[in-house]
C-alpha cells in the first residue's frame, strides 16, 4: 500500500507565501512523477505543478513564476513553495504520486487547505 500525507497548508493573506509538503510510504517504483492539483469550492480537481524523478518539471499557467515544485528522491517527498499568493489560490490541495510500468498507478493524498484572503 502506497500513502501520501499532505502538510502545509493554512491561511495567509494575499502576497504571502506558503510551502506545501508531501511525504510517500509504501512500495514505490523509483520512476515516478509527483504532482499537486487544487481543487477550489464548485470547482472541479485542476493541475498545478508535476515533477519527475529526474526532476522535469511542468506547470499550469496560472501558477508559472510564482509557485515552484521540488522532490527529495530518497525521502519519497514532494513540495510546492507557494510565492505570490492570490486570493484565486484558494483550494484544497492534493499531492499525487503516478507511474506508468509496469503498468499505470497512481494515488493520492488526503489534500491540505490553503485558504488566501484578500
Known amino acids: 500500500q502506497v500513502q501520501l500525507v499532505e502538510s502545509g497548508g493554512g491561511l495567509v493573506q494575499s502576497g504571502g507565501s506558503l510551502r506545501l509538503s508531501c511525504a510517500a510510504s509504501?512500495?514505490?517504483?523509483?520512476?515516478?512523477?509527483m504532482g499537486w492539483y487544487r481543487q477550489a469550492p464548485g470547482n472541479e480537481r485542476e493541475f498545478v505543478a508535476t515533477?519527475?524523478?529526474?526532476?522535469?518539471?511542468n506547470y499550469a499557467d496560472s501558477v508559472k513564476g510564482r509557485f515552484t515544485i521540488s522532490r527529495d528522491n530518497a525521502k519519497n517527498s514532494v513540495y510546492l513553495q507557494m510565492n505570490s499568493l492570490k486570493p484565486e489560490d484558494t483550494a484544497v490541495y492534493y499531492c499525487?504520486?503516478?507511474?506508468?510500468?509496469?503498468?499505470?498507478?497512481?494515488?493520492w493524498g488526503k489534500g491540505t487547505l490553503v485558504t488566501v484572503s484578500s
Open positions: 499525487r504520486l503516478r507511474w506508468t510500468w509496469p503498468r499505470a498507478v497512481e494515488y
Open positions: 515533477i519527475t524523478s529526474g526532476g522535469s518539471t
Open positions: 509504501g512500495s514505490i517504483r523509483s520512476t515516478n512523477t
